[in-house]
């Protein structure tokens, strides 16, 4: 009621637009927030969180190219901007297009080598490309970065497995295993 107080005394005030977008896509009123996204970005072209959250709510609704269109105006607008460049990176996951997305998560985690889930992205794209080795190691990035995170945990652990599969010595099988089952009780364990 507030946002639409604010928007009734100024149609033209783009962040009341945006807040409640933010709120209508919390509740999961998707098409209403898209709506508000929309009209936030027409009063302000270059307004770079209300192309982030629209991309978003885009590929949540299936749209992935017109959520690359979102990410890829940010990139137009702000080059460094390292979460759009991520968000890149996951829609060409889905996509299938799996070396776009390998080289825009990597330019990602050149401007921000620090944040878990660009490591996560990475070790997701490495998995499909059948890059255990890779995927291990990027999973060992993000989990260093923020060892709660179970979604790494559980990856890594499947790499583990992967890599026991195809090893003939038995004791870096066993080893394999080993840090495989350790990582899924730790995963277990988090809340």
């Not at 009123?29 to 508000?36: F, G, I, S, V, W």
């Not at 825009?104 to 255990?132: H, P, Q, R």
Request: overall charge negative; aromatic content about 8%.
């Amino acid at each position: 009621m507030d946002y639409d107080k604010a928007i009734e005394l100024d149609a033209n005030y783009a962040m009341a637009y945006y807040n409640r977008g933010n709120l209508k896509d919390d509740l999961g009123e998707k098409e209403e927030a898209l709506k508000d996204y929309d009209k936030a970005i027409q009063i302000d072209h270059n307004f770079i969180a209300a192309h982030n959250n629209r991309g978003n709510v885009k590929d949540d609704l299936g749209d992935k190219e017109g959520a690359l269109k979102d990410y890829e105006k940010i990139i137009e607008l702000e080059p460094n901007n390292s979460v759009a460049l991520n968000n890149i990176a996951c829609v060409y996951m889905k996509l299938g297009e799996l070396n776009k997305a390998l080289d825009s998560v990597n330019d990602a985690l050149v401007i921000d080598s620090n944040n878990f889930a660009f490591w996560e992205t990475k070790g997701e794209i490495c998995m499909k490309l059948d890059d255990y080795d890779g995927a291990e190691f990027a999973f060992t990035k993000a989990i260093a970065l923020n060892p709660k995170d179970k979604e790494s945990l559980r990856n890594r652990a499947k790499c583990y497995r992967k890599l026991a599969e195809s090893e003939e010595d038995t004791s870096k099988k066993a080893d394999l295993i080993a840090k495989a089952e350790a990582d899924e009780k730790r995963a277990e364990s988090l809340k």
